[in-house]
């Protein structure tokens, strides 16, 4: 298939570009929990305790998402782009956009029953802007991420891959441009042989994924865009009809990687978005050659240290330069005066760096050495 599918927007499903099983239903809340090997991996129990992403909205264009009930009670009302807005994003006839928003905000059952999302007191915004075959139109992502920006949400996580019309990469640009993370899945091979769209995006974190052992699963497309790397296979989350899937690819992945940005963004409320981003790259796991690599990307995401790290803000990643007071520093403030402060905050990060970072460098050369952070 060629890098972009023409004039559609391809879900990261189905068709070769990844594989999912709608469990039997044996596969119920007691067991599930378990086999979600990837919140082990990301010691996501260490991380709940410092974040779980409180206050935090993540938008999740896709296929709808279906009231689970390990998930209800984080979905908000949301919108069907397909059908001019008259829905309410909160239907699923295939089960990928319920599975992408469990691995973000799935709250359980209690206990240790049902299925957990990263960040699993955030909230979704469901957005319908994909049928159940998977392929939709640029026209209508574009539409989603303008009702995101609209709404003023925190993050919003893409996993498909699209033609970038004029429309959807202004829409795109418009979301970064409003201090929102943009998270999308770099897509799999052999469907996609190079970084899809909008990961190739700039400023968009492209997405990544890596196998049981951490290393990087043979589908997922390598490139210069690539800026981490997240768990992609057997991944276990919520389904339809109040049951469970089973799912790989770098969907998977984005979700996850979108949960972990919710956490940063609940931690430091006033942390604007660049530095996020900046903050997961810069405290990721090292993989391959040192430094970034087309491989790897800056690495396998680490919650803990994402959540923990002290981190120098960009421009001051090198041990010789004290980086002035992070944005992170500055209180949490209510209301209209809270937009001002991050912006002043970032500002002022930008002038002490000599006005030389005005966007985020996520294209930091292969042999650049990795950034300092103390952990």
Excluded at 43 to 62: F, M, N
Excluded at 185 to 190: L, M
Aim: net charge negative; aromatic share 4%.
């Amino acid at each position: 298939m060629p890098r972009f599918l023409a004039a559609s927007l391809a879900v990261l499903l189905g068709s070769g570009l990844t594989t999912s099983a709608l469990l039997p239903g044996t596969d119920g809340p007691d067991r599930v929990r378990g086999d979600q090997w990837h919140l082990r991996f990301l010691k996501a129990t260490e991380a709940h305790g410092v974040s779980q992403g409180e206050g935090v909205v993540v938008a999740v264009p896709d296929t709808g998402v279906e009231a689970h009930p390990d998930l209800v009670r984080n979905l908000l009302p949301g919108t069907d782009v397909i059908e001019g807005g008259s829905g309410d994003g909160l239907r699923d006839t295939n089960s990928h956009g319920t599975g992408m928003a469990g691995l973000i905000a799935a709250h359980g059952q209690g206990g240790t029953r049902g299925a957990l999302g990263v960040a699993p007191r955030s909230k979704i915004l469901p957005i319908f802007d994909t049928p159940a075959n998977g392929l939709g139109q640029p026209e209508d992502l574009a539409g989603s991420i303008e009702y995101a920006v609209a709404q003023h949400v925190d993050v919003i996580s893409i996993s498909a891959a699209s033609t970038p019309t004029p429309r959807l990469q202004t829409a795109v640009k418009s979301a970064l441009e409003a201090n929102i993370v943009v998270v999308a899945a770099v897509g799999n091979i052999p469907s996609e042989t190079s970084i899809s769209y909008p990961a190739s995006e700039p400023g968009v974190i492209a997405v990544g994924g890596v196998d049981r052992k951490g290393n990087k699963a043979e589908f997922s497309v390598a490139g210069t865009d690539l800026d981490i790397l997240a768990p992609a296979v057997d991944i276990y989350s919520t389904s339809l009809a109040g049951r469970y899937r089973r799912s790989t690819g770098t969907s998977d992945a984005t979700a996850i990687v979108a949960g972990a940005a919710a956490l940063i963004r609940s931690k430091y409320p006033n942390l604007p978005a660049q530095e996020v981003a900046h903050r997961l790259t810069a405290t990721a796991v090292d993989k391959g050659p040192p430094g970034r690599d087309d491989q790897y990307g800056y690495g396998v995401i680490d919650l803990v240290a994402a959540l923990t790290a002290d981190v120098p803000p960009l421009g001051f990643e090198s041990s010789q330069v004290t980086p002035p007071a992070s944005a992170e520093a500055a209180p949490k403030q209510d209301g209209d005066n809270a937009a001002t402060v991050r912006g002043l905050a970032t500002l002022g990060v930008l002038v002490a760096a000599g006005g030389g970072y005005l966007f985020w460098r996520r294209r930091r050369r292969a042999d650049d050495p990795p950034p300092r952070v103390s952990r």
